[in-house]
């Protein structure tokens, strides 16, 4: 027997799915995470699903896995220190960094500047170097660059990284100092910049080479504990990470790239809703992933995710690979205080995450949270997990009621105020991944998924215009789905910097082609049929003079058949969408990438019975929520026993082990075949 196990750990549940892949049966499984080592929450929640299915860890053949390990290293600041080896005269590169001030024009006077992450004491300079072609003009100096790193030896850097001048044209001399440093501080892990991004525009290079230094000794450590718990656990499959380009890598490879794994998180749930979005015959939909600390947004297009060359964590904004997901701090955690400067309800970003909790879980939570507040009004039924988990009203209302009287207001209009505010941070950040990149939200489908998605996605749909909303099936462990469906993926990139006039087809599709060998070697030394290897070539294009580039995939036939003419129509149509116009310049070519694939996983369809539209065998009971300014009648079903074809009339609340879907008064859901909740307006 085979099976597949996708985990997914968040800031407060751990979810599990564990997959047969010769029978297409499948467990679900959330249980508590442990912040302080998220292993054990891992562990733990492995045995409970093993034992409900009844199989041994041992028959696991993949185990695959989205962290946020790397994310949260760089969000708390708690990066390694680096050690920083540069060319003669830019030892100040990392403080120099890109001249862009957020915020209004004023912005440099009261912007404090983020600490770098290298610092300066820590960056030696050394002798030798590339010219623009990746021609040797100066050789090394051994001797001196022993004697450098020593000093950063000496002074206790915990990670190095080396980025040379030119380095992505010719890493020679990077590979001989990666050499030195071997020799002199043999447990140190090293990053080459031409080996972690080979493209021009050496802050982005050095940056991105820095950050995967920054987190490789947490990632490194995170990867073994965990791989040697499972091993203990009897578990000898392999172990693989979800990048953040909704790719797999290999648990060895994680430790060497960690920069890849920045967005690792949210790139599960994206994975996740195009698996759903495939089967609901959905092409567009924009997801809304909410969980306990923050709502994760994207937009998938004919099927495909959004991709973006840059990854941004907090502040740091660095050259990888990423789904385009853009990240609030509202949750179903978030907390809603009355500052008294203003006088003014706010929700968030500060979370309650898995411990204490919102004061509805009873584990000793003060502060009322989105979730108090969706008890309050008899969104969130009293009992959850299929009832395992008894919520404390009581102690939800009094939460409630503190954050009501410092506003002078009535209880229900406190909490359905903290719910509309939660819902306008969220339709903010669908507004920046759909309207600001030139999509309509209106011919997208909403997909709300995590443990709180589906309570909110009703609304948010509302103050969208995209309609269906959707609540996809299981969506409190869809992120775990997606671990579980994604397929390996690899990249190899290379500067090429010409303008089209300047070469041909044949020129760039013989560099292709060679890089696309490469990866798909790394796959088949994964194990991968090379049958089931697929290549798609990506290309960084933009009009000479312009200092941003646009990202274009491609396929190997389409650029043999149509040529570089092919690719330069395309550009001008993206960048109209983009910018609303198009110039008369020459067409560049900057970078260029290939990218390989491994096989799709076919989950199998699992057909509900039919039934004839009246979902009154999954009634459980009659319940009282607040609509419109007033305490309404409403009907809590169970999801599991509603049948393809039912029909249910707002207000109503259906519930499941992992999470709760909001339908509301004036809106009717549809279930379809494969048991997918469609909510329109009636």
Avoid at 5 to 15: A, E, N, S
Avoid at 469 to 482: F, K, M, Q
Avoid at 609 to 621: F, L, S, V
Wanted: with cysteine.
């Amino acid at each position: 027997m085979a099976y597949r196990l996708g985990v997914d750990v968040g800031g407060t549940f751990t979810d599990l799915l564990l997959f047969d892949q010769d029978t297409g049966a499948f467990w679900r499984h959330k249980t508590p995470s442990t912040p302080h080592d998220s292993s054990q929450g891992i562990q733990n929640g492995l045995l409970a699903i093993c034992e409900t299915a009844g199989i041994q860890p041992s028959d696991i053949e993949f185990f695959l896995h989205g962290t946020t390990v790397a994310t949260n290293a760089m969000l708390e600041g708690k990066g390694s220190r680096v050690g920083l080896v540069v060319s003669e005269g830019y030892r100040q590169v990392m403080q120099i960094a890109r001249s862009f001030v957020p915020g209004g024009l004023a912005g440099w006077i009261v912007w404090p500047k983020p600490e770098p992450l290298a610092a300066l004491e820590d960056t030696v300079e050394i002798e030798g170097r590339m010219d623009a072609r990746g021609n040797e003009v100066s050789a090394i100096n051994e001797a001196q660059i022993r004697a450098e790193l020593e000093i950063l030896r000496d002074s206790g850097i915990e990670a190095l990284t080396v980025s040379l001048m030119n380095g992505y044209l010719n890493g020679a001399h990077e590979t001989r100092v990666g050499e030195l440093a071997a020799e002199i501080m043999p447990d140190i892990p090293v990053s080459l910049s031409h080996e972690v991004l080979p493209e021009m525009q050496e802050y982005e290079r050095t940056l991105t080479t820095v950050a995967n230094a920054a987190v490789r000794p947490i990632v490194g450590r995170y990867v073994r504990n965990l791989r040697s718990q499972l091993r203990d656990a009897g578990m000898a499959g392999s172990l693989s990470l979800l990048r953040s380009d909704g790719g797999l890598m290999s648990s060895e490879k994680s430790e060497e790239h960690p920069v890849s794994l920045l967005m690792s998180g949210p790139a599960g749930g994206v994975t996740g809703a195009l698996w759903v979005a495939k089967n609901a015959g959905l092409k567009n939909i924009l997801t809304l992933d909410v969980g306990g600390t923050s709502t994760d947004v994207a937009l998938i297009e004919d099927l495909e995710a959004r991709r973006v060359r840059t990854t941004e964590v907090g502040h740091l904004s660095v050259r990888a690979s990423a789904l385009d997901v853009k990240t609030v701090g509202a949750g179903g955690g978030s907390i809603a205080y009355v500052p008294d400067l203003t006088g003014a309800l706010r929700v968030g970003p500060q979370s309650a995450g898995a411990e204490p909790g919102p004061v509805a879980y009873g584990k000793g939570g003060t502060e009322a949270t989105v979730t108090d507040a969706n008890v309050v009004l008899g969104y969130l039924p009293e009992s959850l997990l299929g009832g395992s988990f008894k919520l404390d009203r009581e102690g939800a209302k009094k939460s409630v009621q503190a954050v009501a009287d410092k506003l002078g207001i009535g209880l229900m209009e406190a909490a359905r105020g903290i719910i509309d505010i939660v819902n306008e941070n969220m339709f903010g950040a669908l507004r920046m991944i759909s309207v600001q990149q030139g999509y309509d939200p209106r011919h997208f489908a909403l997909m709300g998924f995590g443990g709180a998605g589906p309570l909110h996605v009703n609304a948010v749909a509302r103050l969208m215009g995209s309609w269906p909303a959707v609540s996809p099936v299981s969506p409190g462990v869809l992120c775990a789905l997606g671990d579980a469906t994604t397929r390996m993926r690899t990249e190899a990139a290379r500067s090429f910097s010409k303008r089209f006039d300047e070469t041909d087809e044949a020129n760039v599709i013989a560099i292709l082609e060679e890089m696309s060998s490469e990866t798909r070697a790394e796959l088949e030394a994964e194990g991968i049929d090379p049958a089931d290897i697929s290549t798609s070539f990506e290309l960084d294009v933009r009009y000479e003079g312009q200092a941003f580039e646009v990202p274009l995939s491609i396929d190997p036939e389409t650029l043999r058949a149509d040529g570089l003419s092919a690719v330069q129509a395309r550009f001008d149509e993206e960048h109209e969408r983009l910018f609303t116009f198009n110039m008369n310049s020459p067409h560049e070519l900057v970078n260029l990438r290939a990218v390989a694939v491994g096989p799709a996983l076919d989950l199998g369809r699992f057909n509900l019975p039919e039934g004839n539209g009246d979902p009154i065998a999954a009634k459980m009971r009659d319940h009282e929520l607040w609509v419109d300014g007033e305490m309404r009648s409403a009907t809590i079903y169970d999801r599991s026993k509603l049948r393809a074809g039912d029909i249910i009339p707002g207000p109503a609340i259906v519930i499941e082990m992992d999470s709760t879907t909001l339908i509301e008064a004036d809106c009717i859901g549809n279930v379809d075949s494969v048991g997918n909740i469609f909510i329109n307006l009636a």
